[in-house]
């Protein structure tokens, strides 16, 4: 089973910053499958990046997604005040589905 | 629009059973497999089970397996989670989620995701 580690654990930054979150697999995964999602109380988990790299429908540009193998990342332009949240990568391998522990971006 | 509502969550006794729902509108339903996805306090997510658009495939969590059952309903448009033999870790928001795909340009693969979430049932395992 692939594992996926996030750091940091928590993100504090600015309105307006950048900010850079790492996920990392325990072996080489495919792109296809390396997906991320955002997270906020109360609501909907909300798609954002999936093949690594590709933006949802309606998913600001400030929002990109890149990697390969083992090192992916999603990074944030800059950030907006409703960006503050929970963030998690998520690996398919064809029969069981596995998320990072998260990675919280909180204002500083 | 796709829309995903979760309902049955509650307060359920260690030991006890309970059926989650997951209704489904603004999609051809039975064309596409479905997550159950769960959150505990202070936690992470974790992954529950998959099934098939017909029914037929079925995946499992190890923490889940043997316990909770996916079934779904395609003439209703509705997916459900049988838990038995619940546990106070299985306290948690429980969310279903649409498994989409799109094909990768100038090749013949595709990438998969969840693409479509609803906004959660909760569960309270507690005596």
Redesign the interface.
């Known amino acids: 089973e692939v594992v996926l580690t996030q750091s940091p654990g928590t993100l504090s930054l600015s309105p307006g910053e950048r900010a850079t979150l790492s996920c990392r697999a325990s072996q080489s995964v495919s792109?296809?499958?390396l997906?991320w999602?955002q997270?906020k109380p109360?609501?909907?988990?909300?798609?954002l990046i999936?093949?690594a790299s590709?933006r949802?429908t309606g998913i600001p540009d400030r929002f990109s997604g890149s990697g390969s193998g083992t090192d992916f990342s999603l990074t944030i332009s800059g950030l907006e005040p409703e960006d503050f949240a929970?963030y998690?990568c998520?690996h398919?391998n064809g029969?069981?589905?596995?998320?990072?522990?998260?990675t919280k971006v909180e204002i500083k | 629009q796709v829309q995903?509502v979760e309902s049955g969550g509650t307060v359920v006794q260690p030991g006890g059973s309970l059926r989650l729902s997951c209704a489904a509108s603004g999609l051809t339903f039975s064309l596409f497999g479905m997550?159950w996805?769960r959150?505990s306090p202070g936690k992470?997510?974790?992954?529950v089970t998959?099934i098939e658009n017909d029914g037929n495939t079925k995946?499992y969590?190890d923490s889940v397996k043997g316990r909770f059952t996916v079934s779904r309903d395609n003439s209703k448009n509705t997916m459900y989670l049988q838990m038995n033999n619940l546990r106070s870790e299985d306290t948690a928001v429980y969310?279903c989620?649409k498994w989409d795909r799109?094909a990768?340009a100038h090749t013949s693969?595709?990438?998969?995701?969840?693409?479509?979430?609803?906004?959660?049932t909760t569960v309270i395992v507690s005596s």
């Open positions: 792109t296809t499958y997906t999602y997270l109360g609501q909907a988990p909300r798609l999936f093949g590709s949802a929970m998690y998520q398919y029969a069981s589905w596995t998320f990072g522990q998260g | 995903l997550h996805v959150q992470g997510l974790e992954w998959f995946y969590a969310y989620a799109t990768v693969s595709y990438d998969y995701y969840l693409g479509v979430w609803g906004k959660g």
